[in-house]
């Protein structure tokens, strides 16, 4: 079984920067797609970026440009770096491990940006 730790958010000022990290227990991390969601009060779990096993990239329209997904396969981590954050931001973000046979989800951390 497959855990997946969320760690690095908090409260930040709008403009500021975070970075969240993920690290997964297990062997299939370097064959996984992952993936961060966010999901704020009242609203949907988002997907906000994704990157594949060959390091392919995906971002949600309103995160362009401001957030970078990475992964580290040595350290079994996938990082996120959230800049110029906006109030909009704030949310529980969700880590996801995925392959053909998996799906796991962590356990969020909390990022809140103050106005």
């Known amino acids: 079984q497959v855990q997946l730790v969320e760690s690095g958010g908090g409260l930040v000022q709008a403009g500021g920067s975070l970075r969240v990290s993920c690290v997964a227990s297990?062997?299939?991390?370097?064959?996984?797609?992952m993936g961060w969601y966010r999901q704020a009060p009242g609203k949907q779990r988002e997907l906000v970026a994704g990157i594949t096993t060959s390091g392919s990239t995906n971002y949600a329209d309103s995160v362009k440009g401001r957030f970078t997904i990475s992964r580290d396969n040595a350290k079994n981590t996938v990082y996120l770096q959230m800049n110029s954050l906006k109030p909009e931001d704030t949310a529980v973000y969700y880590c996801?491990?995925?392959?053909?046979?998996?799906?796991?989800w962590g356990q969020g951390t909390q990022v809140t940006v103050s106005s």
């Open positions: 297990g062997r299939i991390f370097s064959i996984s797609y």
């Open positions: 996801n491990q995925r392959t053909q046979w998996h799906d796991y």
